[in-house]
């Protein structure tokens, strides 16, 4: 534990541990730092301070029982966690979900996105030291899990998006709610994007930062925001279309190089900002155009899937969640594998962090959106 | 001090009858009147800029101790002193515990020089601009002590950045100040207000394009040397977890950032005596103001104003803007401050040339900044009326809540 | 003319007897009872890798080094700048050579590379 790093030049290298305890990890993940000061040779994440072993808790209970474990797989978009878990037990059971439902759950997962992204745009600016979008963000965030608590009763784990349909309809006059929320969150994106987006500081401190081209990209498994970012044209919403999403009009936001270069830190930073104006108008289109019906599918209380395997992927606001589930036909999940965002944007740190500088590092992480718990599960 | 003794002299018999027990009453007065009012402002400050921060943040900030919450900085002082002073194992223990001091007694310093009034100030050096950059070097020296000595590798990066930094950021400093001294023609901060008049067009900063810029460069460096967003890189929660006082606790944590409020209206006081006209009134001579007690307490009163106007210009933009990054920070310095600072002096110098071949040419110059000066200022508010009325949460202009 | 400078002391005096004073003041109040996990060097939770005093590469702060240089030719200029309006002309182009040469070297240090360690 004490041997003092010398690089090529014979500099003197210092071991810094950032994390666990670190204000801009996100969470509790570790990164060892070599640096000579400044500029980072590496930065190495140590993983596996939040593991929970939910994956190995799914192969002990029942089906349905395991959606409230998701919740946990991302707690700042847990609904869709929930709905790659439902889609797939649905795709493995061969259950037909109502229409109205596939509504709920794309609102739902819509809003939720939003959410997640304020918190994600928020975090960034935070970490560069701008402390005031963050709040604005939280605030409209705040809005959100109050809609979410009417909706489901849960403001942040909820649990909502069950096998076979959505737990509860929506309550009366939800809607109105809903949308009156997201007419009034065009203009605060405007003052959002005022105050922080086209700050020139933030542009300077993000633009050519940790540049990664589609190729790269595209080799790590990057996913969601992160790939599109890159400038990589691909969205499970549209290309594989799940749900009800081939039945809305959205844009797909790929990075443009806006700033620099085309996949640095500036086109995460603005991809996740316009995410949030695409999902605004998807949100207007399901909410006006909810059908009637029941929200939950005829199921048996104990469900057993025939035996198979399935891989059922949403698009999560950090990509691509995917659940490969195997069924030996019995009541419990015989193994589930959840493929996450953030794991794999972590894996790419290390080869990015090289010739960064401290403060860039901080950049690199929040401009991935890691979520911790997403990385260990 | 003297200016004082001599206003009071001539108002007050014993004075006169007894200089020599008078004399030091006066100064040892003044020291405590200084060390209270500086000790005041810095925590009310302390409490004030979580209010701004508050409202800017749409939150409430600190509002329970007291009314309105004033009394919180003391809530927090009496935590902090009940706290566990800490020295971390391996530490330069000397080192540690004095590193505090220095930063402290540097801030604290420069509130001698610092001009209310006419006969108003602790001392009328005539190296004024000198010993305020000369003490304000101490802390420099305490933050890199203190960093260097916690024997932590953040509190370590915390200093060595600062010293980078705001050792760099003397030199705009200098060459901007130096640009208000040229014409002025001394060093002494009230020989400075002297050369400058009440009007706004006669202020120093409405004085010449090179002073006009001086005033921008001066604030943007001493923003840097105060380590104020967006150069608040030696302390950079977000990257150094907290920089160069990670491992203080307790009181000498305190003192670290007693320091730095304090240092806030250090800021907005030279920026005001210097560039903005000080504690001059419009339309009131000096010898007029000198001679009249109220005139006195009504320049004191618009000197003070005008720093804590500053003050909360600085508030704003903490709020407001992110951080720099270390080798933008420095490019800044180097390549855009330090070259500017040149250019400045000479047109400075140049500008005494203009005016005094072309008087009415520089008259003019001077109401043509001031009117570029004031409508700078007035499209701030109008950008903040116009993000108030389209920003998208309707703001509640209620002061407090 | 001292007596100018005995406020000065005063503060010095004053301002460091306020913090040394809470300081000492303080002691009796706080707990006192450092642990081995407490006095060990804040490094986000996990024990620290290496020395804590590393040397530290001079990259950036060799442009500390360049302070010396252009405060000590700045703190030059103050007295001229004081006595400029005296000097007259004869001061305004001395000093212009000397800004010359200042500049002069400033250019030469951009060109030659000694501001590039800024660029990363």
């Known amino acids: 534990m004490n041997e003092q790093t010398v690089d090529t030049f014979g500099n003197e290298m210092m071991t810094l541990n950032m994390g666990p305890q670190h204000p801009s990890t996100h969470g509790v993940i570790r990164f060892v730092v070599t640096s000579d000061g400044e500029i980072m040779q590496k930065a190495v994440p140590h993983?596996?301070?939040?593991?929970?072993?939910?994956?190995?808790i799914a192969e002990g209970i029942p089906w349905q029982s395991f959606t409230p474990y998701t919740d946990r797989v991302d707690y700042l978009a847990a609904m869709f966690a929930n709905h790659g878990w439902a889609m797939a037990v649905e795709r493995l059971a061969g259950i037909e979900v109502p229409p109205r439902a596939e509504y709920i759950r794309v609102i739902a997962s819509e809003l939720n996105r939003i959410a997640s992204h304020l918190v994600a745009v928020g975090a960034m600016a935070m970490d560069i030291g701008?402390?005031?979008?963050?709040?604005?963000?939280?605030?409209?965030?705040?809005?959100?899990?109050?809609?979410m608590e009417e909706l489901c009763g849960q403001r942040l784990t909820y649990n909502f998006v069950r096998v076979g349909g959505v737990s509860s309809d929506l309550t009366p006059g939800w809607d109105k709610k809903a949308l009156a929320f997201i007419e009034a969150l065009?203009?605060?994106?405007?003052?959002?994007?005022?105050?922080?987006?086209?700050?020139?500081?933030?542009?300077?401190?993000?633009?050519?930062?940790?540049?990664?081209?589609?190729?790269?990209?595209?080799?790590?498994?990057?996913?969601?925001?992160?790939?599109?970012?890159?400038?990589?044209?691909?969205d499970l919403r549209r290309d594989q279309p799940y749900s009800v999403y081939d039945k809305f009009e959205f844009r797909v936001c790929t990075g443009k190089g806006w700033r620099g270069r085309v996949?640095?830190?500036?086109?995460?930073?603005?991809?996740?900002?316009?995410?949030?104006?695409?999902?605004?108008?998807?949100?207007?289109?399901?909410?006006?155009?909810?059908?009637?019906?029941?929200?939950?599918?005829?199921?048996?209380?104990?469900?057993?899937?025939?035996?198979g395997e399935v891989y059922a992927a949403v698009e999560s606001a950090r990509g691509e969640l995917g659940y490969y589930v195997v069924s030996d036909g019995g009541e419990q999940p015989y193994r589930a594998k959840i493929r996450t965002g953030s794991f794999a944007a972590l894996s790419a740190i290390e080869a990015l962090s090289c010739g960064l500088m401290i403060a860039d590092l901080v950049v690199l992480i929040a401009s991935f959106d890691v979520v911790a718990p997403e990385i260990d599960r | 001090m003297s200016e004082l003794f001599t206003f009071i002299q001539g108002r007050w018999d014993p004075a006169v009858t007894y200089p020599q027990i008078v004399w030091p009453a006066l100064v040892v007065a003044?020291?405590?009147?200084?060390?209270?009012?500086?000790?005041l402002f810095a925590g009310i400050t302390s409490w004030y800029e979580r209010r701004v921060a508050g409202r800017m943040q749409c939150r409430i900030g600190p509002n329970r101790v007291g009314p309105q919450g004033v009394l919180q900085w003391l809530a927090d002082g009496f935590k902090a002193f009940l706290k566990e002073d800490l020295v971390p194992k391996e530490a330069d223990g000397i080192l540690y515990r004095i590193a505090p001091y220095p930063v402290f007694v540097g801030v604290f310093c420069t509130w001698v020089i610092l001009p209310y009034a006419p006969a108003v100030v602790g001392a009328d050096l005539n190296v004024g601009v000198v010993f305020l950059m000369a003490i304000t070097a101490l802390v420099v020296a305490g933050i890199i002590m203190g960093g260097w000595a916690s024997n932590s590798k953040w509190a370590l990066l915390g200093g060595v950045r600062s010293a980078a930094q705001m050792v760099s950021y003397e030199i705009p400093v200098g060459f901007a100040l130096l640009t208000a001294v040229i014409p002025a023609g001394t060093l002494s901060l009230q020989g400075i207000i002297a050369a400058q008049g009440g009007a706004?067009?006669?202020?120093?900063?409405?004085?010449?394009?090179?002073?006009?810029?001086?005033?921008?460069?001066?604030?943007?460096?001493?923003?840097?040397?105060?380590?104020?967003?967006p150069f608040d890189l030696p302390e950079a929660e977000s990257e150094l977890v907290a920089g160069y006082n990670t491992e203080y606790s307790g009181m000498r944590f305190i003192w670290f950032f007693f320091a730095e409020w304090a240092n806030l209206y250090v800021i907005g006081a030279v920026v005001a005596a210097v560039f903005l006209g000080g504690w001059r009134l419009p339309g009131v001579g000096i010898e007029q103001q000198a001679a009249s007690l109220w005139l006195q307490f009504a320049g004191a009163c618009l000197f003070v104003l005008k720093a804590l106007v500053l003050v909360n210009v600085i508030i704003w933009l903490r709020w407001t803007l992110p951080r720099l990054r270390v080798d933008q920070l420095m490019i800044m310095c180097w390549k855009y401050l330090v070259p500017a600072g040149m250019v400045l002096v000479v047109v400075a110098v140049f500008w005494v040339f203009v005016e005094r071949g072309m008087p009415g040419f520089a008259r003019w110059v001077a109401f043509l900044l001031c009117a570029t000066g004031f409508f700078l200022v007035g499209l701030m508010f109008w950008r903040a009326w116009y993000n108030i009325k389209y920003g998208g949460d309707r703001l509640y202009l209620k002061f407090m809540v | 003319m001292s007596a100018v400078y005995l406020p000065i002391f005063v503060m010095l005096l004053f301002s460091g007897a306020l913090a040394g004073g809470m300081l000492l003041f303080s002691?009796?109040?706080?707990?006192?009872?450092?642990?081995?996990v407490k006095s060990e060097p804040f490094e986000c939770g996990c024990r620290s890798i290496g020395p804590n005093r590393v040397r530290f590469s001079a990259q950036f702060y060799i442009l500390a080094i360049l302070l010396v240089v252009f405060d000590i030719e700045a703190a030059f200029m103050f007295p001229w700048a004081v006595l400029f309006s005296k000097l007259g002309l004869a001061g305004f182009i001395e000093m212009l050579v000397f800004i010359g040469v200042l500049v002069l070297g400033f250019v030469y240090l951009w060109r030659s590379g000694g501001l590039d360690a800024l660029d990363k």
């Not at chain 1, 065009?186 to 050519?208: H, M, S, W």
């Not at chain 1, 991809?271 to 949030?276: A, L, S």
């Not at chain 1, 104006?277 to 289109?285: D, F, N, P, T, Y």
């Open chain 1, 47 to 56: 993983v596996g301070y939040l593991h929970r072993g939910i994956e190995k």
């Open chain 1, 130 to 147: 701008a402390f005031t979008p963050f709040l604005h963000g939280i605030r409209e965030r705040e809005k959100i899990n109050d809609l």
């Open chain 1, 186 to 234: 065009g203009p605060l994106l405007d003052e959002f994007n005022r105050l922080i987006t086209g700050n020139e500081i933030l542009v300077k401190r993000c633009a050519d930062v940790a540049v990664i081209d589609p190729r790269t990209a595209k080799s790590f498994g990057l996913v969601g925001p992160n790939l599109r970012a890159s400038g990589v044209d691909w």
């Open chain 1, 263 to 307: 996949g640095d830190s500036y086109d995460r930073f603005v991809v996740r900002v316009d995410e949030m104006i695409e999902s605004v108008k998807i949100l207007k289109q399901a909410l006006g155009g909810i059908p009637e019906g029941p929200v939950m599918a005829k199921l048996s209380k104990k469900l057993k899937p025939p035996k």
């Open chain 2, 30 to 39: 003044y020291g405590v009147f200084a060390v209270t009012f500086a000790s």
């Open chain 2, 200 to 229: 706004p067009w006669n202020w120093m900063v409405f004085h010449s394009p090179a002073t006009f810029i001086a005033f921008f460069v001066y604030f943007t460096a001493a923003l840097a040397e105060g380590n104020r967003t």
């Open chain 3, 27 to 36: 002691m009796p109040f706080g707990p006192y009872n450092p642990t081995r």
